[in-house]
């Protein structure tokens, strides 16, 4: 069986989050002081050469995004904690933030010393108003004891859009406007947060710096998946013995996360397991062997997302599921761009009439053909992968679609 390796949740249950001495007894804000005493760009070498890539479902290599921004020619630079974390069944921000918020904010002040800016946001989800109570204190204890250096932080609260959590509609929602996605190019590290050099990291990539920069860029790529170095928060919901969460090497199958960590399927037999999120792939047992990080995922078609893990037994309406999950996608489109405003409207409307038995064949290759399109005309990221469980049943579970349809 898998053993849980802890790096982001080390201190999670064993300090009291409320005390920054805790903190600092176990080490805590000595991985800033190294920082500080490299240079800028050999921090960003050695959060580069450690292979982090983000954990907030993009994958994209944490240091050479932060090179972007340090390359960037302006008088203020911006890092931006994205604590929206408004994906159903994920919890993995909310655990680091309540069981050791200043991991948080040492990540975010080495970013910041790396790239140039003394200026932080904390993004935080509006359903965790307590967690934004404990990071305001955390803040002020970090100000009183005067770690954070000239780095200031400030704590905002969203309102409860998931489209808040990319990282462009966030950072208008910071800027005072309605929470819609930007086009890109530019992107934030050359033109984010009032059009000046910004970094958006998730909060669980910004908790695994400061340990990082402790041990070493060679001692965390030797963990996980080579591609995808390190560990990674799993949350479970759904049909599984334990709902619980575990933070594993990178290289630990999905059926370890779920029959070991889990305790396995109750209610009945598996069915499917959707990871990383709403908007992640149903997988079928068939494919339970795959390592559960980043590219061994996209090479079975699915995600990893945000490492929500879904578990549904056979006794569950798969095609119920996927239409409940089409019209959260319906409620949760900003409008701003019509692939995805009407494309999640018609998708909604194409999964009922199929669960309500009145679909055909045809409606099912309507849906195929709509998701391509979705997939490769939508604005950011929400309206791209909305069809992706669509796509994904229909491709795994296609015998339970052709059982609706006449």
């Not at 149903?282 to 490492?307: H, K, N, Q, R, Y």
Request: glycine share 12%; aromatic share 8%.
């Amino acid at each position: 069986m898998a053993e849980e390796m802890r790096l982001v949740l080390r201190n999670y249950g064993k300090i009291d989050p409320a005390n920054i001495d805790d903190y600092i007894k176990v080490g805590g804000y000595q991985a800033l002081a190294k920082a500080r005493s490299m240079s800028q760009a050999d921090v960003i070498e050695e959060v580069k050469k450690s292979g982090l890539r983000g954990r907030g479902g993009a994958g994209f290599n944490c240091g050479l995004k932060w090179n972007f921004a340090y390359q960037a020619q302006a008088d203020q630079k911006y890092i931006i904690a994205n604590a929206d974390e408004g994906e159903p069944g994920t919890y993995k921000d909310r655990l680091i933030m309540e069981g050791d918020p200043h991991s948080l904010l040492e990540g975010m002040a080495i970013a910041g010393y790396a790239v140039g800016a003394t200026k932080g946001y904390i993004y935080c989800r509006g359903e965790y108003p307590y967690i934004v109570e404990l990071l305001r204190q955390a803040v002020v204890q970090a100000k009183a004891k005067g770690v954070l250096g000239d780095f200031d932080i400030e704590v905002r609260m969203g309102a409860g859009a998931y489209v808040c959590g990319e990282e462009t509609a966030l950072i208008e929602s910071i800027e005072g406007n309605r929470g819609e996605p930007r086009y890109k190019p530019p992107f934030p590290p050359t033109a984010g947060l009032w059009g000046k050099p910004t970094i958006v990291n998730n909060v669980e990539t910004l908790a695994s710096i400061p340990v990082i920069i402790e041990k070493g860029a060679d001692w965390y790529k030797s963990i996980g998946a080579p591609s995808y170095p390190g560990t990674k928060i799993f949350t479970l919901t759904g049909d599984v013995a334990n709902k619980t969460f575990c933070e594993v090497p990178t290289n630990t199958t999905i059926r370890e996360i779920i029959y070991g960590f889990g305790g396995g399927v109750v209610g009945g037999k598996f069915k499917a397991v959707q990871i990383g999120g709403t908007s992640g792939a149903f997988i079928p047992e068939s494919l339970l062997d795959t390592p559960a990080d980043f590219d061994s995922m996209s090479a079975v078609g699915a995600t990893l997302g945000s490492g929500a893990v879904f578990v549904l037994n056979d006794t569950r309406d798969i095609v119920d599921t996927v239409k409940c999950i089409a019209k959260f996608f319906e409620h949760e489109s900003c409008g701003k761009c019509t692939p995805c405003r009407e494309g999640t409207m018609r998708m909604y409307e194409l999964m009922k009439k199929i669960n309500d038995g009145k679909g055909t064949k045809q409606d099912l290759a309507l849906m195929e053909k709509l998701a391509g399109v979705m997939s490769i005309a939508c604005l950011c990221g929400l309206g791209q992968a909305a069809p992706t469980p669509v796509v994904t049943t229909l491709k795994h579970f296609r015998a339970d679609y052709d059982a609706k349809v006449s």
